[in-house]
Nanobody, 117 residues
Framework: QVQLVESGGGLVQPGGSLKLSCVAS???????????MSWYRQAPGKERELVAT???????HYADSVKGRFTISRDTVKNTAYLQMNSLKLEDTAVYYC????????WGQGTQVTVSS
């Protein structure tokens, strides 16, 4: 059974940083390396939106709203995907979800990020 578990969310002031982690269990490192890993977010009253994706070969894609501020990465030894978030803004407040995708798709339960002064 594949499970994705996010962590690292919390309360941060505008301009601050957070690093989210997404640990994949139930997979070998070789299997994890074949997954495209993504981070999505959903703010209250809004639809879930793609934040960043890293492909199995390391290609990265970012939403325009986070380019230059967020960095997605992965560690295939630890079966973990990361989202480094810098220069956080009020509008980054949302629940952040991790998604793993190959021929099947798996979602984590989400972690809350709140940017507030």
């Amino acid at each position: 059974q594949v499970q994705l578990v996010e962590s690292g969310g919390g309360l941060v002031q505008p301009g601050g940083s957070l690093k989210l982690s997404c640990v994949a269990s139930g997979l070998t490192s070789l299997s994890f390396s074949s997954y495209a890993m993504s981070w999505y977010r959903q703010a209250p009253g809004k639809e879930r939106e793609l934040v960043a994706t890293i492909s199995s070969v390391g290609f990265r894609h970012y939403a325009d709203s986070v380019k230059g501020r967020f960095t997605i990465s992965r560690d295939t030894v630890k079966n973990t995907a990361y989202l480094q978030m810098n220069s956080l803004k009020l509008e980054d407040t949302a629940v952040y979800y991790c998604k793993g995708e190959t021929h099947r798709t798996y979602w984590g339960q989400g972690t809350q990020v709140t940017v507030s002064s």
